[in-house]
């Protein structure tokens, strides 16, 4: 399994997509996928939109048999848990758990990448 993982709107995908040569078909979309979805996928995307979407899974338990049974997957999500840390309670709650269960994933992968203006740091 491969984590890639770095601020909004820095080249994820683009990087992933190019280093990992993956085409759109083997993308899925955590804004709109299911997470059942991700057990078949080649890639998602948004990962952390999945998890907001979807609170109320075991998300340490999912992110463990996800990579049992896809250990292929290249998993692209954004940090969340920098700057102000948000009054919401829910917003807070979600940012925990996004960092929970990508230290879960991170303890799996194969690698996990940083990146920042489109150019990936291995840092696993």
Same mark, same amino acid.
């Given at each position: 399994?491969?984590?890639?993982?770095?601020?909004?709107?820095?080249?994820?995908?683009?990087?992933?997509?190019?280093?990992?040569?993956?085409?759109? @078909? +083997?993308?899925?979309?955590?804004? @709109?996928?299911?997470?059942?979805?991700?057990?078949?996928?080649? %890639?998602?995307?948004?990962?952390?939109?999945?998890?907001?979407?979807?609170?109320?899974?075991?998300?340490?338990?999912?992110?463990?048999?996800?990579?049992?049974?896809?250990? +292929?997957?290249?998993? &692209?999500?954004?940090?969340?848990?920098?700057? @102000? &840390?948000p009054m919401e309670k829910e917003e807070r709650v979600?940012?925990?758990?996004?960092?929970?269960?990508?230290? @879960?994933? %991170?303890?799996? %992968?194969?690698? &996990?990448v940083r990146v920042c203006c489109g150019i990936g740091?291995?840092?696993?």
């Amino acid at each position: 399994m491969k984590l890639i993982i770095g601020g909004a709107y820095q080249g994820k995908r683009a990087y992933a997509s190019l280093q990992y040569h993956l085409n759109e @078909i +083997q993308w899925v979309d955590g804004e @709109i996928c299911e997470p059942e979805d991700l057990y078949q996928a080649g %890639a998602v995307n948004h990962f952390h939109q999945l998890i907001r979407r979807f609170p109320e899974i075991d998300w340490a338990g999912f992110a463990q048999e996800l990579c049992r049974q896809n250990p +292929q997957i290249v998993i &692209v999500t954004n940090e969340v848990g920098y700057g @102000i &840390v948000p009054m919401e309670k829910e917003e807070r709650v979600w940012r925990e758990l996004c960092g929970r269960t990508c230290t @879960i994933l %991170a303890s799996f %992968a194969d690698e &996990v990448v940083r990146v920042c203006c489109g150019i990936g740091g291995r840092i696993k």
